[in-house]
């Protein structure tokens, strides 16, 4: 129960950059400020001078806005608990990570002030309720008693909460509704990306192999290829292909007539695939050559980027572009508002 409401606490206050890697740390060591040149933009730097065991001691300065260690050591204690099974980061590294994050946060919170954004106590209420029934607790006795056995409030808990949706309401102003993906970029994707999105699409194909004699030289490759011109020709002229796979075939898939079943894009040399998708379904090919002999094809079926498929990837496409706008947009915003701060951190 501990580890749920850790991650209460950590979905609130690492909130500020949701959906991202951590920053990086902010660039202490880049231009450190002297208390007569503090322009906004700048990182002042102040060495550490008090006991590292003070937990409301401040280490950051945003805009006379204050950080204290102990904001900062809750959201490691946070992170490693429901990070336990992935590599351990050393305490320097991840103190640089969530110092820059908290730093992040705050700014961004200071912007929803500026913006004047407004959080209804109805709302805080909505989205409490719904974290405590994610992570199982069911009663307001059981949270506020699992919050007081980690040092905690519910009133802690709900200003961290009433953060988060300012948080999500000031960068939905800023970035997410500034956001726009057209259809001709959608359709200019779909052009540019179709092999790749087309890779995993299935098809289904049979082949028939005619394999030269060994030893026989150039005579004997000649000799298969006019036998599988030759089959290509029976064909066209309507035999049944699984009948003449099995009777010619010198390819394990002989016995089930030539069939290579299912098979998806890539899974084939790409020299026969590309041979094989050229085909309309029911078409035959001519005689390929490969390391074994020669090939007849025959594409039964295959799917493609049309209908419901076409309808999938162009959505794909669009929250692919989409995520593109919205992380680009949010780190000039981001980068934007730090140009106009000033940040003193002090370890």
């Given at each position: 129960?501990?580890?749920?409401?850790?991650?209460?606490?950590?979905?609130?206050?690492?909130?500020?950059?949701?959906?991202?890697?951590?920053?990086?740390?902010?660039?202490?060591?880049?231009?450190?400020?002297?208390?007569?040149?503090?322009?906004?933009?700048?990182?002042?730097?102040?060495?550490?001078?008090?006991?590292?065991d003070?937990?409301?001691?401040?280490?950051?300065?945003?805009?006379?806005?204050?950080?204290?260690?102990?904001?900062?050591?809750?959201?490691?204690?946070?992170?490693?608990?429901?990070?336990?099974?992935?590599?351990?980061?050393?305490?320097?590294?991840?103190?640089?990570?969530?110092?820059?994050?908290?730093?992040?946060?705050?700014?961004?919170?200071?912007?929803?002030?500026?913006?004047?954004?407004?959080?209804?106590?109805?709302?805080?209420?909505?989205?409490?309720?719904?974290?405590?029934?994610?992570?199982?607790?069911?009663?307001?006795?059981?949270?506020?008693?699992?919050?007081?056995?980690?040092?905690?409030?519910?009133?802690?808990?709900?200003?961290?909460?009433?953060?988060?949706?300012?948080?999500?309401?000031?960068?939905?102003?800023?970035?997410?509704?500034?956001?726009?993906?057209?259809?001709?970029?959608?359709?200019?994707?779909?052009?540019?990306?179709?092999?790749?999105?087309?890779?995993?699409?299935?098809?289904?194909?049979?082949?028939?192999?005619?394999?030269?004699?060994?030893?026989?030289?150039?005579?004997?490759?000649?000799a298969?290829?006019?036998?599988?011109?030759?089959?290509?020709?029976?064909?066209l002229?309507?035999?049944?292909f699984?009948?003449?796979?099995?009777?010619?075939?010198?390819?394990?898939?002989?016995?089930?007539?030539?069939?290579l079943?299912?098979?998806?894009?890539?899974?084939?040399?790409?020299?026969?695939e590309?041979?094989?998708?050229?085909?309309?379904?029911?078409?035959?090919?001519?005689?390929?050559?490969?390391a074994?002999?020669?090939?007849?094809?025959?594409?039964?079926?295959?799917?493609?980027?049309?209908?419901?498929?076409?309808?999938?990837?162009?959505?794909?496409?669009?929250?692919?572009?989409?995520?593109?706008?919205?992380?680009?947009?949010?780190?000039?915003?981001?980068?934007?508002?730090?140009?106009?701060?000033?940040?003193?951190?002090?370890?």
């Amino acid at each position: 129960m501990r580890s749920v409401l850790l991650a209460i606490v950590l979905a609130v206050v690492a909130g500020g950059c949701a959906g991202t890697a951590p920053p990086p740390a902010p660039p202490a060591a880049a231009r450190p400020a002297t208390d007569d040149e503090v322009r906004p933009g700048d990182v002042r730097v102040r060495p550490m001078t008090v006991d590292d065991d003070i937990a409301d001691r401040v280490i950051a300065v945003v805009n006379n806005d204050a950080i204290t260690l102990g904001e900062l050591q809750e959201s490691i204690i946070a992170f490693r608990q429901e990070n336990r099974q992935r590599p351990a980061l050393g305490d320097e590294e991840l103190a640089r990570e969530f110092l820059a994050r908290l730093i992040d946060t705050r700014l961004q919170l200071q912007e929803a002030e500026r913006e004047k954004i407004v959080v209804e106590e109805t709302e805080v209420a909505e989205e409490l309720a719904g974290r405590v029934k994610r992570y199982g607790v069911t009663t307001q006795e059981e949270l506020e008693k699992l919050l007081k056995d980690q040092g905690l409030s519910i009133d802690a808990v709900r200003a961290r909460v009433r953060d988060s949706l300012r948080l999500s309401k000031v960068i939905r102003r800023k970035v997410t509704l500034r956001i726009s993906v057209t259809d001709q970029e959608v359709a200019q994707y779909l052009e540019e990306n179709r092999a790749n999105l087309e890779t995993g699409l299935a098809y289904h194909a049979r082949h028939v192999l005619v394999v030269p004699e060994q030893g026989s030289g150039d005579a004997g490759v000649e000799a298969a290829r006019i036998k599988a011109e030759m089959l290509r020709a029976q064909l066209l002229d309507g035999a049944d292909f699984a009948e003449l796979a099995r009777a010619h075939s010198q390819d394990a898939s002989a016995k089930d007539g030539g069939d290579l079943g299912t098979l998806k894009r890539g899974e084939l040399a790409q020299d026969v695939e590309t041979v094989i998708l050229a085909l309309e379904p029911g078409q035959v090919s001519r005689p390929h050559r490969s390391a074994l002999g020669w090939h007849v094809f025959r594409l039964d079926s295959k799917d493609s980027l049309d209908g419901e498929a076409l309808a999938r990837a162009k959505q794909q496409i669009r929250d692919i572009l989409f995520r593109q706008k919205y992380q680009a947009r949010l780190d000039a915003w981001l980068s934007d508002v730090k140009r106009r701060a000033i940040i003193e951190v002090r370890m």
